[in-house]
């Protein structure tokens, strides 16, 4: 349901997502969504890397960028930080090898 235009596949790297998104698996992000919302899960560009992750609300107006996997520790951004944060996307659909 993604019009072509803002469509774009990106591969996973890492376990940081799963078991929502595994290791390789081929991601499709919808380019509309450029603000960070709640509840979803989205290609945030970091410097010169992207990274998939969810994003939370905290307290005072902070982002919380949360791994799935709960090995990982959410980082939070602060209120200046997490307006900066670039959005790439969500994603909408994750697919692997079969």
């Known amino acids: 349901g993604v019009p072509e235009r803002y469509a774009r596949f990106l591969g996973a790297r890492g376990d940081s997502m799963e078991p929502t998104i595994r290791d390789g698996a081929i991601c499709l992000a919808d380019t509309r969504f450029q603000t960070p919302r709640i509840e979803g899960v989205y290609a945030l560009v970091d410097g010169n890397d992207v990274r998939i992750k969810r994003i939370g609300r ?9 791994s799935d996997n709960e090995r990982y520790a959410s980082d939070t951004l602060s209120a200046p930080d997490g307006e900066a944060l670039r959005i790439a996307g969500k994603i909408v ?4 090898k079969i």
């Open 93 to 96: 659909w994750a697919g692997g």
């Open 58 to 66: 905290g307290w005072e107006g902070k982002i919380v960028l949360i």
